[in-house]
Each structure stands twice: as structure tokens, then as C-alpha cells.
């Protein structure tokens, strides 16, 4: 049974996810997929976002899909890791709400960025692999391009 209250629905929903507002609830069938960690890391490599960076360029990781589990008018308390460990940030990398901003990509960022939010009893996670590829592959690929121009 759920109904609707002042801040939203409450009830019990079944597995089901309650929309509405202050004057109606209604259950929406939602898919959900769990897997478990992969052994000693905090995420399932199966279940990663991935990005790519260009060096020295600016790149934002954002926190996907957290949008459900964020209170209507609350700021959210997102913690972010790098391999799964709290990390000091140098100046240039900017936490704001669910993003990650890195002002000048270094070839050091390479890795795994896991943003971490609580949600009730729950910890909400999601994961991306950043990729970062070099100047030096953008300029021979345009090399190749000429070349294949002149022919």
C-alpha cells in the first residue's frame, strides 16, 4: 500500500518504484540488476561507465544515474575515490555535487573514479574508467588523413 504525503509517496511498494506527489502515488515496474563487487575493489568491472580524456585538455566525470536517490531539495553528500581509496585532490580536480572536474588531464588520472552516496541503510555507487589518450595520437591520425589524401 503506499499514498501520498506532504513530501511524496510512502508506503510499502513491492519491488515497485512509487512516483507521484502530494495528491497521488502510482507503481512503476522498474528492472534492477545487483552483482557483487569484484574481489578487494568496490565496483564490478562489468558494471562500469566508461570515458575518455584528451591530455592537458579539461574533462567531468559525472556521477551517472544517481538522480532517484537524491532527495527533492537536499544537497547530496557524494564521496568520491580513485581505485576504490579516498584520495587527496590536487587544486586542478573539483568536487561539486555529482561531478568530478578535472581542469588539466595528466597522464596520472588514468583509472577508475567511484562517486559513493548514501541512500537510507544504502550505498549508492557508480563507477567510470577514464581513458586518457595523448596529443601525439591526434596528431599522427591527422598525418594519416593527409596521406591518405594525397594518394
Given at each position: 500500500m503506499i499514498y501520498p504525503t506532504q513530501h511524496g509517496c510512502f508506503g510499502s511498494t513491492d519491488g515497485q518504484k512509487a512516483l507521484g506527489n502530494s495528491?497521488?502515488?502510482?507503481?512503476?515496474?522498474?528492472s534492477?540488476?545487483?552483482?557483487?563487487?569484484?574481489?578487494?575493489?568496490?565496483?564490478?568491472?562489468?558494471?562500469r561507465f566508461f570515458e575518455k580524456a584528451e591530455l592537458?585538455?579539461?574533462?567531468?566525470i559525472t556521477c551517472q544515474g544517481i538522480e532517484d536517490y537524491i532527495q527533492p531539495g537536499a544537497e547530496p553528500e557524494i564521496v568520491w575515490y580513485k581505485e576504490c581509496k579516498p584520495k587527496q585532490w590536487r587544486?586542478?580536480?573539483?568536487?561539486?555535487r555529482d561531478t568530478l572536474s578535472i581542469k588539466e588531464?595528466?597522464?596520472?588520472?588514468?583509472?577508475?573514479?567511484t562517486c559513493e552516496l548514501l541512500f537510507g541503510n544504502f550505498v549508492v555507487r557508480?563507477?567510470?574508467e577514464l581513458s586518457v589518450t595523448g596529443k601525439e595520437e591526434v596528431i599522427f591520425?591527422?598525418?594519416?588523413?593527409?596521406?591518405?589524401?594525397?594518394i
Open positions: 495528491t497521488y502515488c502510482m507503481k512503476v515496474s522498474m534492477l540488476t545487483v552483482a557483487e563487487n569484484d574481489t578487494d575493489l568496490c565496483y564490478n568491472s562489468k558494471m592537458s585538455k579539461s574533462k567531468v587544486q586542478t580536480i573539483e568536487r561539486r588531464v595528466r597522464e596520472d588520472d588514468i583509472g577508475n573514479y557508480r563507477t567510470t591520425q591527422i598525418h594519416l588523413f593527409l596521406f591518405l589524401l594525397d
